[in-house]
């Protein structure tokens, strides 16, 4: 009997590959319109775009390649209808089949969760609930936590790790709610509600992880919100990724973009905040040294002002002034005497030096007046060859008229006088300027 053929056994590629290969090979999938509603929609930062597009009953994995994004005018965004051309591949690497666009167009209608979302967004934003003034302050440091999300999955194990490394001693009560699909709105209200009435938690983390706008719908629901407003405990809300946004998030006192971010936000990084108080101790013990050490020098500034400035310094110091204004006062007293000592000297040579002064001036005048005199005398005339004439009364002859012949005259010279008699008169006549001379 001959033995049975083993079978052929495939490998994952191989198998990938050629259902890669069937889809490619049906003309219908390479180059398809579909429509649908937009959800989950993620811009990447190299530019391709990705997206789910769906309806009422399911939905498929859409992606765009940047080069065909660049092309779009416009954004999508979440909630859109929109028609879809492309390509439906199946991407070999996950095994996953999805819907390669090449060209997005917007139909004229919202989708209804869309329609459903804003409207309530709106509501709610009119009724102030989503107004700052609202808003519970979060405690910085917190001793118990609660928490109300899926008791499985990465939300739960993500809060729980990140509380735990960043407070060891945190205590942590978890309300297992459904998150999503038929009655996640009803038990989550319900967790809150719980958690707020024992009272126990200093603050509550209310959320999930990511997912398109029907997974995440039970935080936009209506009674959500309003469990969040009427909740005593301030509530942090953690639902999705960064990029997606629910009712949830604008109620609550404090929105993180991830569960994550919500544990980091809640809890203290007590490690952090021990190395900060030790470092402000040590601040603090530096500054107190700094100002024991100002405070002492102070004092012994003090100290030695007292002494300078106390009595017996200020008497020392008095007694020291008054010898030294004494041993100056005797100082200018002896120069004062010798001063007083020497004036009588001194008085007598000025005098003596401004007698001689005074006679020597006194001579010089009379030695003027003495030649003045002289160049006025008679005698001086007289002298250079001149006479003096008088008559027998002495009185002086000045004048031919005054004399007669026959009158005794005195004729008086330099050396002696002579007695004469005239014997003739004879006037100068102005026209005869001889006898002028005669």
């Keep these: 009997m001959a033995a049975a053929q083993k079978p052929y056994v495939y490998t994952v590629t191989q198998v990938n590959h050629h259902i890669s290969s069937m889809f490619q090979a049906d003309r219908a999938l390479g180059a398809i319109l579909v429509k649908g509603e937009l959800s989950n929609v993620k811009y990447?930062?190299?530019?391709?775009?990705?997206?789910?597009?769906?309806?009422?009953?399911?939905?498929?994995?859409?992606?765009?390649?940047?080069s065909d994004a660049r092309r779009m005018k416009e954004r999508i965004k979440d909630g859109e209808a929109v028609t879809?051309?492309?390509?439906?591949?199946?991407?070999?690497?996950?095994?996953?089949?999805?819907?390669?666009?090449?060209?997005?167009?917007?139909?004229?209608?919202?989708?209804?969760?869309?329609?459903?979302?804003?409207?309530?967004?709106?509501?709610?934003?009119?009724?102030g609930m989503f107004d700052e003034q609202y808003k519970k302050p979060i405690p910085k440091y917190i001793k118990t936590l609660g928490v109300v999300t899926a008791m499985t999955g990465a939300a739960v194990r993500d809060i729980i790790n990140v509380s735990k490394r960043r407070s060891p001693g945190i205590q942590i009560i978890l309300?297992?709610?459904?998150?999503?699909?038929?009655?996640?709105?009803?038990?989550?209200?319900?967790?809150?509600?719980?958690?707020?009435?024992?009272?126990?938690?200093?603050?509550?983390?209310?959320?999930?992880?990511?997912?398109?706008i029907e997974d995440l719908w039970a935080f936009n629901e209506e009674s959500v919100a309003w469990a969040v407003w009427n909740c005593s405990t301030p509530i942090i809300s953690a639902v999705g990724h960064e990029t997606d946004t629910t009712i949830t998030d604008f109620v609550a006192d404090l929105r993180a973009p991830t569960p994550s971010a919500a544990a980091e936000l809640a809890v203290t990084d007590m490690s952090s905040a021990l190395q900060s108080l030790q470092e402000r101790g040590a601040r603090l013990s530096g500054l107190m040294n700094q100002s024991i050490m100002r405070f002492r020098q102070r004092s012994t500034q003090y100290s030695l002002m007292l002494r300078l400035n106390g009595p017996e310094e200020r008497l020392r110091r008095s007694e020291q002034f008054l010898l030294s204004a004494a041993e100056r006062m005797d100082t200018a007293m002896s120069v004062r005497v010798r001063e007083i000592s020497a004036l009588p000297a001194r008085y007598r040579e000025l005098l003596d030096i401004r007698m001689a002064d005074c006679v020597k001036r006194a001579c010089h005048r009379l030695e003027l007046y003495e030649s003045k005199l002289n160049a006025l005398s008679p005698m001086a005339k007289i002298s250079a060859g001149y006479a003096y004439i008088e008559d027998a009364g002495h009185r002086a002859v000045r004048s031919v008229s005054e004399v007669k012949k026959g009158d005794t005259l005195r004729i008086r010279l330099r050396d002696g006088s002579i007695t004469a008699v005239a014997g003739e008169v004879k006037p100068v006549r102005d026209s005869d300027p001889q006898s002028r001379h005669t």
């Excluded at 990447?44 to 940047?66: E, N, P, V, Y």
Aim: with cysteine; net charge neutral.
């Design 44 to 66: 990447a930062s190299s530019g391709h775009l990705f997206f789910t597009l769906k309806d009422d009953a399911s939905q498929i994995r859409c992606a765009m390649w940047a």
């Design 84 to 127: 879809v051309f492309g390509q439906i591949s199946v991407y070999e690497r996950d095994g996953t089949y999805q819907l390669y666009a090449r060209a997005i167009r917007r139909d004229n209608s919202t989708g209804a969760l869309y329609e459903r979302y804003e409207a309530l967004k709106k509501k709610l934003l009119e009724m």
């Design 175 to 212: 309300y297992p709610a459904t998150v999503q699909g038929d009655g996640a709105a009803q038990t989550i209200v319900r967790g809150i509600e719980t958690l707020d009435a024992m009272g126990i938690a200093d603050v509550i983390i209310v959320g999930r992880g990511g997912g398109s």
